[in-house]
């Protein structure tokens, strides 16, 4: 068993792709957040999550289903990164809202948070997922940015890889 557990959530398969680009440079163990899966939350030492957004600025549905068990789970000595899908064109003023939402439930949960990126590259207005001008974690755009993303994901692979366990 690694180290490291990619949970994602994805409708039409765009997070699930970036999961597994990611979880083949990490070594990681990849789960899809619709299995509900309470236990890895306690077993595995590092936690990366993965979500698109939906509706307007909201976490992607199976997540929905499941933030309820982070929010009470204990977190406390685990790393934790997250990525975020989004399409910045369409939802300029929501971009990658969903990884907002996981921000706000883990940000206080005595785990350690890593992999912030910088917002220049984008092209968006306002996002939930932006703390003292930085992505608190990797955003990618497969609608408008999509030639940008093996780059992105590589770049943050080694940028989070000192952090983690
Ligand atoms: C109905 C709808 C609503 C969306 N809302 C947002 C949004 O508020 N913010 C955003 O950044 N992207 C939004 N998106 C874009 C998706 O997050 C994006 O297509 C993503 O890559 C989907 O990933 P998935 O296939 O893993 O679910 C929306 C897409 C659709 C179709």
Redesign the pocket.
């Known amino acids: 068993m690694s180290k490291t557990a990619i949970i994602?959530?994805?409708?039409?398969?765009?997070?699930?792709n970036a999961a597994n680009q990611l979880a083949g440079l990490l070594e990681a163990d990849i789960i899809d957040v619709s299995t509900k899966p309470e236990e890895a939350l306690t077993k595995y030492e590092n936690l990366i999550f993965g979500t698109?957004?939906?509706?307007?600025?909201?976490l992607?549905d199976d997540w929905e289903d499941f933030i309820s068990n982070v929010e009470s789970a204990d977190l406390s000595g685990k790393v934790v990164a997250i990525f975020?899908?989004?399409?910045?064109s369409?939802?300029p003023d929501?971009?990658?809202?969903?990884m907002g939402s996981i921000y706000e439930v883990v940000k206080d949960k005595g785990c350690k948070i890593v992999g912030s990126v910088e917002t220049e590259s984008y092209d968006f207005d306002e996002?939930t997922a932006v703390l003292d001008g930085k992505f608190i974690g990797l955003a990618?755009?497969?609608?408008n940015q999509g030639d940008l993303s093996d780059e992105r994901i590589t770049r943050w692979v080694e940028q989070i890889s000192k952090d983690l366990h």
Not at 8 to 16: A, R
């Open positions: 994602y959530g994805s409708t039409t398969g765009n997070t699930e698109s957004t939906w509706g307007a600025g909201d992607q975020g899908l989004g399409d910045s369409s939802n929501t971009f990658v809202g969903g996002s990618l755009d497969e609608e």
